[in-house]
């Protein structure tokens, strides 16, 4: 796991050389400029804390508290940069030891580069955080020193073109420097200073090179450069180059070429897939602990709404065969009773039949013929009369009111 940050302490955000290293060191200084006591003596979790100076030194600056409040009267400005910090994460892998010597050496690296005065403070991983975050604070002056004290400002940090590129080398050299501790303490394991996605292009492009030089059974000693040749990839070390090219047979040594540039290809294919990721977070002891709480409460609360939506349904269930019974036992019941209440109705309704009413149509029709029978030929003329009689007035009074009123009399 790979950490490297460069940060910068400003009086005009309230910040001070003193402040910084008490609180990094687990110490109490006193500001000399300001008169303020910084005491961090009962903070937990610092594990050393030790000065690095320069080969040309004044004796006082072995003292933290004077070392570190004359960079605060050294800057007279208001807004003045008055240190600068490198936090590093320290390798799980290597001992507490080992990780207190890389940590100083790299502190001693950054002193010899920029001539500068610093404190390295080593931690340990926080209780709530990822137990394998061992880290170390590198907070050195924003000044160079001499065995007068404070000299010149390092300006090649505040430089807006030069500072950044410093940044990355102080990233790189970090790099190189935890890859050597991992390498002399027979670890396997590397870091990269790079971010994710350029390691998996660099994996990416190395493959299709690879590719390309199996696709021409290329020899195995034109790997692209000489920093990312695979070991396999020297010549012979006991014939020179031009005996080489000058014997096809010494172009295959051991498995063909085209093996062994497929077998890169896949190798880098592979790794560009392992990239495609984003960084990875570990939590601590006591936030694993937590979440295993919450997700076992999560889990009790999950069960007991599924046992109450299980008895629900089971009640649902019930209830619906209940009813379901009832309503079967009124419908055998009114089956039973429909003829005997056809029945019912027929005797209390009499005459409703078609039958019936078929009858009493017939006899009321012979009524009708029996009546007509019994009046004379004038009278049935006087009524056909009198029917015309009315068709014609009721013509007229329709004819009157589509005309207007009539005035005649």
């Known amino acids: ?21 008490a609180y990094r060191a687990g110490a109490e200084i006193e500001d000399e400029r300001t008169g303020e006591v910084h005491d961090y003596t009962r903070r937990s979790g610092v594990v050393s804390s030790h000065i690095v100076l320069p080969d040309q030194h004044p004796e006082w600056a072995r003292d933290r508290s004077k070392l570190w409040s004359g960079a605060e ?26 990780r207190e010597e890389l940590a ?47 000299t010149e400002k390092t300006r090649e940090l ?11 080398a102080i990233r790189k050299d970090w790099e190189e420097f935890q890859n050597q501790a991992l390498e002399r303490a027979g670890q396997e394991k590397r870091v990269d200073c790079r971010s994710l996605a350029a390691q998996r292009d660099e994996a990416l492009e190395l493959a299709s090179e690879y590719e390309k030089k199996a696709a021409v059974n290329a020899p195995y000693w034109e790997a692209p450069s000489m920093d990312l040749r695979p070991k396999w990839a020297e010549p012979p070390k006991l014939k020179p180059l031009e005996a080489v090219y000058s014997d096809p047979d010494a172009r295959v040594e051991g498995p063909s070429n085209l093996d062994k540039w497929k077998e890169q290809a896949e190798a880098m294919r592979r790794k560009a897939e392992n990239l495609n990721r984003e960084p990875g977070q570990h ?13 076992q409460r999560i889990e009790q609360m999950r069960d007991g709404l599924q046992d109450r939506v299980d008895r629900l349904q089971e009640a649902f269930r019930e209830r ?23 029945k019912g109705i027929q005797s209390e309704r009499p005459g409703h039949t078609v039958e019936d009413r078929l009858q009493k149509l017939r006899e009321d ?22 029917a015309d009689r009315d068709q014609e007035a009721d013509r007229r009074r329709r004819d009157r009111s589509r005309d207007g009123p009539d005035f005649e009399r």
């Open 1 to 21: 796991m790979y950490h490297c940050t460069v940060k910068k302490f400003s009086r005009g955000k309230g910040q001070s050389a003193t402040a910084a290293a």
């Open 73 to 98: 009267q050294a800057e007279t400005r208001k807004n003045s940069v008055v240190a600068r910090e490198v936090e590093i994460g320290l390798p799980a892998e290597l001992s507490a030891a080992e």
């Open 104 to 150: 100083t050496d790299f502190a001693a690296h950054l002193v010899d580069k920029y001539n500068v005065a610093a404190e390295v403070s080593i931690h340990e991983p926080s209780r709530q955080g990822d137990q394998r975050n061992h880290h170390a604070h590198v907070l050195f002056t924003t000044r160079r020193m001499d065995e007068n004290g404070f």
């Open 158 to 168: 505040d430089d807006k073109r030069a500072g950044p590129q410093e940044i990355e």
């Open 283 to 295: 939590q601590g002891p006591a936030r694993t602990e937590m979440n295993r709480r919450v997700m």
């Open 320 to 342: 619906l065969d209940t009813v379901r019974a009832k309503f079967e036992d009124l419908k055998d019941r009114l089956q039973r009773q429909e003829p005997e209440r056809a």
């Open 365 to 386: 029709r012979q009524e009708s013929k029996s009546a007509d029978e019994g009046r004379s030929v004038a009278d049935r003329l006087q009524q056909i009369r009198d």
